[in-house]
């Protein structure tokens, strides 16, 4: 499985953001692909989620009402509008294939890929 993000950057703080992520290897229809953050030795931070099959979302507390994920399935792609961003949104966004609870959050991760840095700046 590959998994490739982009769309980072530098951005204002109240500015947008929209990364993506190309995936590629296998199918994912019985599995969500998500966002997390993490900074340098620091733990993950989920951030979003998508099913596959069905287009469910879920989303972390802080980024309600900000963040949207999307996918496009015939380009294995899944995509998250940033916007609104606020300092503390400066990371590194990584996606994944995950596995979660839509009902609690509960989230494993599988497989994950490099990652693109967000700045947002005051």
């Known amino acids: 499985v590959q998994l490739q993000a982009s769309g980072g950057g530098l951005v204002l703080v109240g500015g947008s953001l929209r990364l993506s992520c190309a995936a590629s290897?296998?199918?994912?229809?019985?599995?969500?692909l998500g966002w997390f953050r993490q900074a340098p030795g620091k733990a993950r931070d989920f951030v979003a989620a998508?099913?596959?099959?069905?287009?469910?979302?879920y989303y972390e507390d802080s980024v309600k009402g900000r963040f949207t994920i999307s996918r496009d399935n015939a380009k294995n792609t899944v995509y998250l509008q940033m916007n609104g961003l606020k300092p503390e949104d400066t990371d590194v966004y990584y996606c994944?294939?995950?596995?979660?609870?839509?009902?609690?959050?509960?989230?494993?991760?599988?497989?994950w890929g490099q990652g693109t840095q967000v700045t947002v700046s005051s």
């Open positions: 290897g296998r199918t994912f229809s019985r599995y969500a």
């Open positions: 994944a294939v995950v596995d979660l609870d839509w009902s609690t959050g509960v989230v494993e991760y599988y497989y």
């Open positions: 998508i099913s596959w099959s069905d287009g469910t979302t």
